[in-house]
T-cell receptor, first 117, second 116 residues
Framework: DAGVIQSPRHEVTEMGQEVTLRCKPI?????LFWYRQTMMRGLELLIY????????DSGMPEDRFSAKMPNASFSTLKIQPSEPRDSAVYFC???????????????FGQGTRLTVV | AQTVTQSQPEMSVQEAETVTLSCTYD???????LFWYKQPPSRQMILVIR??????QNATENRFSVNFQKAAKSFSLKISDSQLGDAAMYFC?????????????FGEGTQLTVNP
């Protein structure tokens, strides 16, 4: 398996523009996570999905952020309009449930480094 | 809510020596999983080792081992025979074993430097 695939690897955009980050989870995984990593706040969970349904979006900073998972093999994180303080590395991760318990480890993509100028 | 704390922002070790990274967590649950992830400069998050809370035996993966103290809610990582390639940011993480609790919570990270 190719692992979790994120695109683009790097994104530079101007303040006010819309940004869309993409993620393809590992085939067969039923959990998908979006994290944001900054020096100040470390790794923050933004939202996660189970079987394409958003379960917990309490980490989404504000209404400018939205995430979708239209099918089991694709998810997007959109920021509209973007602001300089959104500059960070955004990670997507996926994991697989086994039986009655969620699986343990999450597998991460290589992240998207977003710079908003 | 569960919290994970890494009290050592930076650590250094001489090549071939042993280093221990600390992690404590707070939870009221009895069923959970703990992890150490490594993030090298490439920024890829790599799983180093995991520990199931119901297991008393400490997990070991080659040169990496943990000291899991459930009562103290402590989960330290020991790296033996340190190598230059071990230099990275290390994150401790917690995940609930409860059916409804699937979020993965991370500590602040420890930057490990390996000196030749």
């Amino acid at each position: 398996d190719a692992g979790v695939i994120q695109s683009p690897r790097h994104e530079v955009t101007e303040m006010g523009q819309e940004v869309t980050l993409r993620c393809k989870p590992i085939s067969g995984h039923d959990y998908l996570f979006w994290y944001r990593q900054t020096m100040m706040r470390g790794l923050e969970l933004l939202i996660y999905f189970n079987n394409n349904v958003p379960i917990d979006d309490s980490g989404m900073p504000e209404d400018r952020f939205s995430a979708k998972m239209p099918n089991a093999s694709f998810s997007t994180l959109k920021i509209q309009p973007s602001e300089p303080r959104d500059s960070a590395v955004y990670f997507c991760a996926s994991s697989l449930r086994q039986g009655f318990k969620p699986n343990t480890e999450a597998f991460f993509g290589q992240g998207t480094r977003l710079t908003v100028v | 809510a569960q919290t994970v704390t890494q009290s050592q922002p930076e650590m250094s070790v001489q090549e071939a020596e042993t280093v221990t990274l600390s992690c404590t967590y707070d939870t009221s649950e009895s069923d959970y999983y703990l992890f150490w992830y490594k993030q090298p400069p490439s920024r890829q998050m790599i799983l180093v080792i995991r520990q199931e809370a119901y297991k008393q035996q400490n997990a070991t993966e080659n040169r990496f081992s943990v000291n899991f103290q459930k009562a103290a809610k402590s989960f330290s990582l020991k790296i033996s025979d340190s190598q230059l390639g071990d230099a990275a940011m290390y994150f401790c993480a917690y995940r609930s074993g409860e059916t409804s609790g699937s979020r993965l919570t991370f500590g602040e990270g420890t930057q490990l430097t390996v000196n030749p």
